[in-house]
């Protein structure tokens, strides 16, 4: 049976003057999860917030928030964000290249990588079990799901992203709807896209497989929220 379809909103598009009128946005429009988009100028061309703010967010909502971490040694940082709150802590697979493989240039974005150092990876997910938190596995547009089906049923989701990390607001990319139709194929979990969410692509990326849609500016903009949601919901 197909999991339940969710919504996570992502704050990165909301007011961040405002953010307890954010949170009751999410609670009034059927939201399921809190997106937290963490970004350090390294991973992506962009800074957005920490742990403090997570912290800052926590008492505001009961449901369960996700670290998007799109920072580069997320393994520093777990603790960090396991503290503050977080439910879900996700990480990049680019993060963990195998040393084989050639450096991409620090300016040179998205980060992509063909595979995965899996023993590295499983000192980090074993670290965030043992912080009580569900551990997530994201992969930018360019990088295949190239990892076994030991590690990938060690994972409570899979984020695969369908824009170019680092900012809100893009285009859907179309390229990544057969990876997500290979993933559902041998993996039951949590299938997690992130980006150019909207009723259209919703539609495209339910029947693909996905389970758990991601949206900061599509959900943020709306002037009903609520229908955003249920449309988002139903939109397959
Ligand atoms: C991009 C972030 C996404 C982003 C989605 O780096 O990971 O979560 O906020 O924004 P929209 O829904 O506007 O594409
Ligand atoms: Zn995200």
């Known amino acids: 049976m197909m999991p339940k379809i969710e919504i996570s909103a992502s704050v990165l598009s909301a007011d961040f003057a405002c953010l307890k009128e954010a949170m009751k946005r999410c609670h009034s429009s059927g939201i399921d999860s809190i997106h ?20 800052a967010l926590r008492p505001l909502t009961k449901l369960p928030m996700d670290a998007h971490l799109m920072i580069e040694n997320p393994q520093w940082y777990i603790d960090d964000f396991a503290k ?19 450096p991409q240039q620090a300016n040179e974005f998205p980060k992509k990588t063909d595979s995965v150092d899996e023993g590295k990876l499983l000192e980090v997910i074993k670290k965030i079990k043992s912080a009580n938190k569900k551990v997530g596995l994201a992969f930018n547009p360019p990088s295949p799901i190239n990892i076994t089906d030991k590690l990938l049923n060690k994972l409570n989701e899979v984020l695969i992203m369908s824009v170019n990390p680092g900012f809100s607001g893009q285009t859907f990319i179309q390229e990544v709807l057969p990876k997500i139709r290979e993933l559902r194929k041998r993996y039951k979990g949590n299938i997690q896209v992130d980006g150019g969410i909207n009723d259209q692509t919703a539609s495209q990326v ?28 139903i939109s397959h």
Do not use: Q, W
Request: proline share 7%; aromatic share 8%; hydrophobic share 45%.
């Open 36 to 55: 937290l988009d963490i970004m350090d100028g390294h991973f992506v061309p962009n800074i957005s917030f920490g742990p403090v703010v997570v912290r």
């Open 84 to 102: 503050a709150g977080a439910d879900i802590i996700t990480v990049h697979a680019e993060c963990f290249s195998p040393p084989s493989l050639k």
């Open 206 to 233: 339910i029947k693909s497989g996905a389970n758990m849609l991601v949206t900061a500016s599509y959900f943020f903009n709306a002037k009903d929220p609520k229908k955003v949601v249920e449309l988002l919901k």
